[in-house]
């Protein structure tokens, strides 16, 4: 079984300042990871994923991802946010086993961008 | 390109009340889930399909829901008789794998938010 912890319920940050959402993981196999973005009143959209490869992922809107596996994370980033960011930021894992293709989400981040 | 299409986008029912959603994947996809959302528990995984075959309803709540997809573009969640704890917003999701490789990455509707009074 994996499972996903997001460790920041709410994130407070001032415009242009830089932002980290963490997120670790565990599983007893490979995995992919995944960080979605939910808008008000709109569905998740993908902000970008780590598949293999560079273990840095760089994504839409300016945001990346560092994939550390021995640290089990995929802690997201952006050097200079801006109040259209401000939205909820889901991480989310996939496994190479048996459940191939069913992702296991975190509860979730509230990102508040303020002026 | 189409997206995945939900309907309703809203629903208010009594409690007791059949409700049905529909989701239509987008084209290609072979993969669709159908997810609830609620401040309490967060995003659950209620049930999904691969290549129109339910392969894990482990996370329907009870009986009072069911799940169909009768052919690839089309997939129903129903939930009779409705109580007020399942009012949430519903996400359809579909996928397809990357080449040969199923990686789960998403692409999610806009939701179905459904009041139960």
């Known amino acids: 079984a994996q499972s996903v912890t997001q460790l920041d319920s709410q994130v407070p940050v001032f415009e242009e300042a830089p932002v980290e959402l963490r997120c670790n993981y565990s599983?007893?196999?490979?995995?992919?990871l995944f960080w979605y973005v939910q808008y008000p009143n709109q569905g998740l959209q993908l902000l970008l994923k780590y598949l293999s490869g560079s273990t840095l992922v760089k994504g839409i809107n300016g945001f990346e991802a560092e994939f550390n596996k021995s640290q089990t994370s995929f802690h997201l980033r952006k050097p200079s946010v801006h109040i259209s960011d401000t939205a909820e930021y889901f991480c989310?894992?996939?496994?190479?086993?048996?459940?191939?293709?069913?992702?296991?989400f975190g509860d979730g981040t509230t990102l508040t961008v303020k002026p | 390109d189409a997206g995945v299409i939900q309907s309703p986008r809203h629903e208010v029912t009594e409690m007791g009340q059949e409700v049905t959603l529909r989701c239509k994947p987008i084209s290609g996809h072979n993969s669709l889930f159908w997810y609830r959302q609620t401040m309490m528990r967060g995003l659950e995984l209620l049930i999904y399909?691969?290549?129109?075959?339910?392969?894990?309803d482990s996370g329907m709540p009870e009986d009072r829901f069911s799940a169909k997809m009768p052919n690839a573009s089309f997939s129903t969640l129903k939930i009779q008789p409705s109580e007020p704890r399942d009012s949430a917003v519903y996400f359809c999701?579909?996928?397809?794998?990357?080449?040969?490789?199923?990686?789960?990455?998403?692409?999610f509707g806009e939701g179905s938010r459904l009041t139960v009074l």
């Open positions: 599983s007893s196999v490979s995995v992919y």
């Open positions: 989310a894992v996939s496994d190479l086993g048996t459940n191939a293709g069913k992702s296991t």
């Open positions: 999701a579909s996928s397809k794998p990357s080449g040969r490789v199923v990686t789960g990455e998403l692409f």
């Open positions: 399909f691969n290549n129109n075959v339910p392969i894990d």
